[in-house]
């Protein structure tokens, strides 16, 4: 089992540890970060969570068996107002448990913390159309694709097309029994 517990500075060098490659860091982070991540890039994602109230809310994911990290994740760009926000950053870190469940476990918690203790009404995400694991987990989840941005991101003389996934509260809810 997985459970999401509040990313700290003392999870900066596993973050770290796991951002491998340019590649890695646009595909997981956008263009939130740049490659190579380190320590002052992840004080300034700090300082975004430590508002009134939080602008985002940045989450490590930790098997609950073992006590080890497993994951990252956050919910972006909180609106209060209108009630919405991105899912952002999802990584499960060790390449030989991806596949296995801990993704699911991740977004399911994060979804619950939107809709039922934030009590947002629209979550939304942006998914590289490559990255066919991901959007088949997003889908499994309840997200549906709502467009299609071309060439979005530039990675050397490379630019990668996402997609823009959303899911409502109503939707949730039918889908939890809730």
Sequence with gaps: MIELQPFGRGDFARLIGWSVSPEFVLQWAGSGFVYPLDEAQLEEYLRGGETDPPFRK???A???DSGAVVGHIELNSIN???????VSRVLVGEPSIRGKGVGEQMMRHVMRIGFEELGLHR???VV??????????????GFVKEG???EARRLGDQYWTHY??????HEWRGRNGS
Excluded: P, Q, S, W
């Excluded at 209060?80 to 991105?86: C, E, K, N, P």
């Excluded at 823009?164 to 509260?169: C, K, P, Q, R, Y």
């Design 123 to 125: 979550l939304e995400l």
């Design 58 to 60: 940045i989450y490590k």
């Design 62 to 64: 930790v098997d609950t």
């Design 80 to 86: 209060y107002l209108h009630r919405f926000a991105t």
């Design 128 to 141: 590289f159309d490559f990255n066919e694991a991901a959007i088949r987990l997003y889908e499994k989840v």
């Design 148 to 150: 299609r941005i071309r």
């Design 164 to 169: 823009v996934m959303g899911i409502l509260e």
